[in-house]
Antibody, heavy 121, light 111 residues
């Protein structure tokens, strides 16, 4: 059974940092792209960042320079270092396995259950 | 305001057919990028239903089908069942924003 498990969420003050982790089981992690997608309750999902199996990084504009995604294939894990957090970064953060779509981009095949990040003073 | 626009809600009686639209622009759906559809139940993560416009994920019933034309895509659900009630999202890529995008979501109500 494919499983993605996120951890590391919590309450942090604006300007603070958090490190999220995602551990995979039941899938060939090394050959997969992976992404972080966040969702504010009641709103649609919002793609945050991703890393290809080649190690190419992709970030949405609003998190560039503040968030850093990394992966450790030997541990089938992915991490998201979030610095200089803003109130608007508050959301449920999902990790997702990404598969290649026609046209060379991704769709998100497997999802974890999410970890909640709350940025508040 | 999402770049990919979906109707906030649709509804239908059991057994009926409903369609959910997703409208974008030339830099996303209207270009070379394909559309994917997800279903989200309350308290759960989104679940992939359709990828690359028309392909059903393994295990998804044939009652679900996708299509794309121009700058729009649609998800059709036939033979509506009570457990089809969920929020449905479309997703694509935008070459101007250089980002993967989701629609704002459509809540399906089975009457």
């Amino acid at each position: 059974e494919v499983q993605l498990l996120e951890s590391g969420g919590g309450l942090v003050q604006p300007g603070g940092s958090l490190r999220l982790s995602c551990t995979a089981s039941g899938l060939t992690f090394n050959s997969d792209a992976v992404s972080w997608v966040r969702q504010i309750p009641g709103k649609g999902p919002e793609w945050v960042c991703g890393i290809s199996h080649y190690g190419d990084f992709y970030y949405r504009e609003s998190v560039k320079g503040r968030f850093t995604v990394s992966r450790d294939n030997s541990k089938k894990s992915m991490h998201l270092q979030m610095d200089r957090l803003r109130i608007e970064d508050s959301a449920l953060y999902f990790c997702a396995e990404a598969n290649f779509a026609s046209g060379g981009t991704w769709f998100f095949d497997q999802w974890g259950q999410g970890t909640l990040v709350t940025v508040s003073s | 305001q999402s770049v990919l626009t979906q109707p906030p809600s649709v509804s239908g009686a059991p057994g009926q057919r409903v369609t959910i639209s997703c409208t974008g622009s030339g830099s996303n759906i209207g270009g070379i990028f394909t559309v994917h559809w997800y279903r989200q139940l309350p308290g759960m993560a989104p679940e992939l239903l359709i990828y690359d416009n028309t392909n059903r994920r393994t295990g998804v019933p044939a009652r679900f089908s996708g299509s794309k034309s121009g700058v729009s895509a649609s998800l059709a659900i036939t033979g509506l069942q009570a457990d089809d009630e969920a929020i449905y999202y479309c997703q694509s890529y935008d070459s101007v924003l250089n980002a993967w995008l989701f629609g704002g979501g459509t809540t399906l109500t089975v009457l």
